[in-house]
């Protein structure tokens, strides 16, 4: 079960190691903005985000030890497992509702998001369905319809609980392996008509997620209601110009930007380290997702590339979707900056993630 192979590749573990340290960085900074903040204690979460980080770096190096192909035969377990957790959000004694909406888990003094594990379950479900129907993935059969499948189920579930972002970014994740696995350009297409009618219902059906179209459709609108955010952001990024303020010198995060911790943590970032910074930061995403397309070209088997596939696609679609949110490119979402924003369950999650890949890697071809 744990593998005695080569080491971990090198440039994803530096890329890795480089991300996970800054964004500590940038959320130690950010987390002062708490201090203005009645009721919330800078250093409770501050140790919170420091023990998450502890045991994701722990998760990291655990699967980084387990060999893939485990993940592989149980993979319609562990997705299965997924989805019972994330039903156990609907049993009013255990699911924490925040933000108008009921995504956390509530148990004793711990709590956690269940879609977190979804993300990674599906990744692996899907890239053994990929293995197992190879060369047939560039039919209906094989590739469009069970993907289909498979995301109406998790669309039903994520979307009963108001997750339209979680949603997207699994069914975009799926759709990008698809077409890295040989699924046909005409049956991507059919794919993404069928996701953009669902986003289209979602936001007729859905208030909040009108109001975030339509706020960003009317150019943030009012500056002080549904617009608040957007424009606090636009400030503090605009504020930072080419170099920054400086680390700690954030003005917006002292009771402007909301959750600066959470959602608006890239705004902190560019207020204090300017364009440059949040060039470096974004550049340090792309080359996790480089290095991990690397791997997947030099996987010995299609089911270890896939996994390396989707997990980069994974951390690009999230974190890209929030930095574009915070520029006022896209709707505001609710989803984090991973590595960086406030949330446990977040960070264990991907740093298990990138420890699967540099699992991968150690069984890649010369």
């Given amino acids: 079960m744990f593998s005695k192979a080569a080491k971990i590749d090198r440039f994803f573990l530096i890329s890795i190691g480089v991300l996970t340290l800054s964004g500590f960085v940038i959320f130690l900074s ?6 203005t903040q009645n009721g919330v204690s800078f250093t409770t979460v501050a140790l919170k985000q420091i023990a998450s980080l502890f045991i994701g770096v722990l998760a990291f190096f655990i699967f980084s030890k387990i060999k893939y ?15 019972l957790v994330n039903l156990l959000l609907f049993v009013p004694s255990l699911s924490l509702f925040h933000g108008g909406a009921a995504r956390w888990i509530n148990i004793g003094p711990l709590s956690f998001q269940p879609s977190e594990f979804l993300k990674i379950a599906f990744v692996i479900y899907l890239a053994a369905w990929i293995q197992f129907a190879k060369d047939k993935i560039s039919t209906l059969k094989f590739g469009l319809i069970p993907y289909l499948i498979i995301t109406a189920i998790l669309g039903a579930l994520l979307l009963a609980q108001s997750d339209t972002d979680t949603f997207l970014i699994i069914a975009f994740t799926g759709v990008v392996m698809l077409l890295v696995a040989g699924m046909p350009i005409k049956h991507m297409a059919m794919a993404g008509g069928v996701l953009a009618l669902v986003v289209v219902g979602v936001v007729m059906l859905r208030p909040y997620a009108y109001q975030r179209v339509q706020t960003f459709l009317s150019g943030n609108g009012d500056a002080r209601g549904a617009g608040y955010q957007i424009n606090q952001s636009l400030i503090a990024i605009g504020s930072g110009q080419l170099t920054g303020r400086g680390f700690g010198q954030s003005i917006q995060k002292f009771g402007y930007l909301p959750q600066p911790t959470d959602d608006s943590i890239f705004a902190v970032a560019g207020e204090e380290f300017g364009f440059i910074g949040g060039s470096i930061l974004v550049a340090l ?14 996987s010995q088997d299609l089911f270890g590339a896939m996994v390396s596939v989707g997990i980069a696609i994974l951390i690009v679609t999230e974190s890209f979707l929030n930095m ?17 924003s406030h949330g446990g369950t977040a960070l264990i999650i991907i740093l298990a993630a990138a420890g699967i890949v540099a699992n991968v890697s150690k069984y890649g071809k010369n």
């Fill in 324 to 340: 574009s949110a915070m520029l006022g490119l896209v709707p505001l979402s609710g989803v984090p900056l991973l590595f960086v």
């Fill in 30 to 35: 950010a987390s002062l903005g708490l201090l």
């Fill in 285 to 298: 995403y792309l080359l996790v997702a480089a290095s991990a397309f690397r791997i997947a070209g030099k």
């Fill in 69 to 83: 192909t485990w993940l592989r035969r149980g993979a319609l377990f562990i997705f299965i497992g997924a989805i």
